[in-house]
């Protein structure tokens, strides 16, 4: 059973176009993180969303937790080559385990 | 500051050959993951050592899978003997009680043929 589904598994865009990808669970969790990962490399955290209906920001990337605690999506505005990247979201649950979702898989074409 | 350090970064072995990793986490991270990564999924936890006490390996196959963390530092995992579906990336990562977040090593990919 997969705890954490995140959507799309796949995305390819265009340079300078706008995306979001969401990660959604029936599960409470106390935090969520956002991690991205480039091929041959491990999973690098972006950010921790911690209260229910956060926004947090960071540059062109918008991170947003749902008010239940739930749910999460990630905006990118104005895409560039840079962003591609395999993102991934995981929710920290009260044991501190971590359970990550199986992931985006983002393309930003020049 | 030095990040977690796994070797080796790739291995390639025949099918019931054992391999080992290594991994050295960031100095001071009392915490440390071993997580499996399988093509076109997200991790998945082996087994978390607060220390070096094994506190969550309720995902570690036992019959074949084995790791330690001597002196709360350094940590090994193994497999004996490897079988093809053990192909995937092993990631190690640590944590403190002051970060929120993992800081992942690059991993180790390893090929059973």
């Known amino acids: 059973t997969q705890l954490l589904e995140q959507s799309p598994q796949f995305l390819s865009i265009q340079e300078g176009e706008n995306l979001t990808v969401y990660c959604n669970s029936s599960?409470?969790?106390?935090?969520l993180q956002w991690y991205r990962q480039e091929p041959g490399e491990g999973p690098v955290l972006l950010v921790t969303?911690?209260?229910?209906?956060e926004v947090k920001k960071l540059k062109r990337l918008t991170f947003q937790f749902g008010d239940a605690r739930k749910d999460s999506s990630l905006h990118i505005t104005a895409a560039q080559p840079g962003d591609t990247g395999l993102y991934l979201c995981a929710g920290v649950r009260v044991s501190e385990k971590l359970v990550f979702g199986k992931g985006t898989k983002l393309t930003v074409n020049p | 500051e030095a990040g977690v350090v796994q070797s080796p970064r790739y291995k390639i072995i025949e099918k019931k050959q054992p391999v080992a990793f290594w991994c050295n986490p960031i100095s001071g991270h009392n915490t440390l993951y071993w997580y499996r990564q399988n093509l076109g999924q997200g991790p998945e936890l082996l087994i978390r050592y607060e220390n070096e006490e094994a506190v969550d390996d309720s995902q570690l196959p036992k019959d074949r899978f084995s790791a330690e963390r001597l002196k709360g530092v350094d940590s090994t995992l193994k497999i004996q003997p490897a079988e093809l579906g053990d192909s995937a990336v092993y990631l190690c990562?640590?944590?403190?009680?002051?970060?929120?977040?993992?800081?992942f090593g690059s991993g180790t990919r390893l090929t059973v043929v």
């Open positions: 969303v911690v209260t229910g209906g």
């Open positions: 599960s409470v969790f106390s935090s």
């Open positions: 990562a640590s944590s403190s009680v002051r970060t929120r977040g993992y800081t």
